[in-house]
């Protein structure tokens, strides 16, 4: 079809030298192709060349002044993809890797994840080149009040809300909110990911990575199988990775791997999430004391890795939980997971597995739930928060984690319904596509040319 390549190849000419979101772009429309050959209109009204480019893209210098009285100075993005089904919903993220490809595939992904939501929210991202590792807390607070001074006018309740992401937790969070409402006067949802005491909602902190759970679950059981008794491997060692820990603790599984820039752990009794606590959320450590901790574990120097991909995913097990960042499982790792063992993998991180390694696992028919479906806990919560502060309530753990359980069931019937509904019923790829497109797609044409 001349129309999807048309349509790409216009994208790499009108967006230059940005490979991440052309990844992203290209997954999301060869997955399309059956559905676009079997409805005219969404070509009569051009919506794939309209959804590929952002509504609007907004980029600015953040200059903000270190401990050392020296002016740094870091690049500031924000990316409102599409507002067809609602405000632009989509986190903020502080890391060196950070460009305009990065913000703009994590937008575009989060368009179609916020659709499979069920929810009333649109695709957005932002973040900055900023990296939070080493600096003091004054530093952080400074560049976070720098990054909002610039960032508020562009966000609101009804407009844009911005969550957090790598490098953004519940710190950063604060210390945006606090600035926007310093220059604003005023008191109201425009992020999440909020303290508690200050309109967050319980549950947040964990929901991505209780979600990704959640969604292994369920492909596990749409196969007649369970994730009780299974040994996992999960990478990372942030939020995400920690809640999918934890979860799977809680229905009977035993992760044994988790990693951080520097390193792997490799504890074949089960990581101890006690210790991994308190070395990334207090101590904020690297996870080569766990070992200190924990003398049976394995570490795993980074520099020892594989030169083809990651040592998490060289280990046996049964169900891996790519959770760290975007193409961290290669094809050297898909096939390495498979002579492993591995018959289901539910990411936690956005397109956590590169092209070639998406091949390798629907060739092989495993249950792979890709990352805009097995992660969208997160952002469906980060809704369930902004609902909790439009009403002035806060909400039970037990009544948002319901809700969570709920919302993940759904995507997984979504997309394994449109993926049977295409004859392909394994391929949980195309169903999460086309299902969250469809959404977005109708919406985008009953609103006319906008």
């Not at 209780?210 to 491997?233: H, P, R, W």
């Not at 020892?304 to 790792?333: C, I, M």
């Not at 990352?371 to 948002?400: D, I």
């Amino acid at each position: 079809m001349t129309y999807v390549h048309d349509t790409l190849e216009g994208l790499r000419k009108s967006s230059p030298a940005q490979g991440e979101f052309y990844q992203a772009a290209e997954e999301v429309l060869e997955c399309l192709r059956p559905l676009l050959d079997a409805v005219p209109r969404y070509h009569q009204h051009s919506i794939i060349e309209r959804i590929v480019e952002p509504e609007r893209q907004i980029m600015f210098r953040v200059s903000w002044v270190d401990d050392g009285g020296k002016v740094q100075v870091n690049k500031g993005y924000r990316i409102q993809f599409n507002s067809a089904l609602g405000p632009y919903k989509g986190g903020l993220r502080f890391h060196p890797s950070v460009n305009a490809s990065i913000i703009k595939f994590l937008g575009f992904e989060q368009i179609f994840k916020n659709a499979l939501t069920g929810l009333p929210i649109g695709g957005g991202k932002g973040g900055s080149n900023f990296d939070p590792k080493g600096k003091s807390d004054g530093e952080i607070m400074r560049f976070c009040q720098a990054f909002m001074t610039e960032l508020y006018r562009h966000i609101g309740p009804t407009t844009d809300v911005p969550a957090g992401d790598i490098g953004v937790g519940a710190r950063e969070i604060g210390y945006l909110y606090g600035q926007y409402k310093r220059l604003t006067g005023r008191y109201e949802g425009i992020l999440t990911g909020k303290g508690l005491n200050w309109g967050g909602s319980l549950g947040r902190k964990e929901a991505t990575g209780y979600g990704a759970v959640y969604f292994a679950q369920n492909m596990l059981e749409a196969q007649g199988d369970s994730i009780m008794g299974k040994t996992c491997l999960v990478s990372g060692a942030g939020n995400v990775a920690t809640y999918t820990i934890e979860k799977l603790y809680q229905l009977g599984a035993r992760p044994v791997t988790c990693s951080d820039s520097r390193g792997t752990i490799h504890h074949p009794e089960g990581i101890n999430l006690d210790t991994l606590k308190l070395l990334k959320e207090v101590k904020r450590a690297s996870l080569r004391e766990y070992v200190e901790h924990h003398p049976e574990a394995h570490y795993i120097d980074a520099q020892d890795y594989p030169s083809d991909g990651h040592a998490v995913w060289r280990l046996k097990g049964d169900v891996a939980f790519p959770s760290a960042t975007q193409n961290e499982v290669t094809e050297a790792d898909a096939r390495a997971l498979l002579e492993n063992g591995i018959h289901c993998i539910s990411e936690g991180s956005n397109m956590a597995s590169t092209a070639s390694a998406v091949d390798r696992f629907l060739e092989a028919r495993i249950a792979y739930g890709p990352g805009k479906a097995a992660n969208a806990g997160g952002v469906a919560t980060s809704q369930l928060e902004m609902a909790q502060n439009s009403s002035m309530q806060q909400w039970t753990l037990e009544k948002v984690d319901t809700k969570l359980q709920a919302i993940m069931a759904d995507i997984h019937k979504q997309c394994a319904d449109t993926a049977a509904e295409f004859d392909e019923p394994t391929n949980l790829v195309l169903g999460a596509n086309i299902a969250g497109f469809r959404k977005v797609a109708d919406a985008m044409i009953e609103q006319g040319v906008v």
